[in-house]
């Protein structure tokens, strides 16, 4: 009798912890009809990017929007990595110190790179995810001929 509701108390507990971290992560759901496909999808260019956003009127402006904030989290990357890691250098002369703040800084640039081109472009605007997904739909039925 005990051992039942133990189980039914860590069930409630479990479906509770599973809604709330998949509610989190939804970008799973939105995604794993491309990432779990039996053929994977061709690799696409950025003429072939082009060519949606001057085909979809809805999500290419917003496709074009969150494809030009990726230079600011590149920027990010770059100043963050290079800026930490001469800094480790400079101050402990440690190949690993400097190869580890190298890593880290790059991460923190891209994350506040991106962070400004949120703002920069009003990227909480816009549904950047939706456009992605839309493409990648639009690149699927392209390549397998629905078009």
Do not use: C
């Amino acid at each position: 009798m005990e051992h039942s509701s133990s189980q039914s108390f860590f069930r409630k507990h479990w479906e509770g912890y599973k809604e709330f971290w998949s509610e989190r992560f939804s970008i799973l759901d939105n995604y794993s009809p491309f990432v779990q496909r039996d053929k994977p999808l061709p690799p696409w260019s950025s003429s072939d990017a082009e060519e949606f956003i001057a085909f979809n009127p809805v999500h290419g402006p917003a496709l074009k929007t969150a494809r030009e904030a990726v230079n600011f989290g590149l920027t990010g990357t770059v100043i963050g990595a290079v800026s930490t890691a001469g800094v480790a250098w400079k101050y402990s002369r440690s190949l690993h110190g400097a190869g580890l703040s190298l890593l880290a800084g790059g991460v923190f640039g891209w994350t506040f790179g991106h962070e400004i081109a949120n703002h920069w472009y009003q990227l909480y605007r816009v549904d950047t995810m939706g456009a992605q997904v839309k493409f990648m739909e639009w690149w699927g039925n392209k390549n397998e001929g629905h078009f």
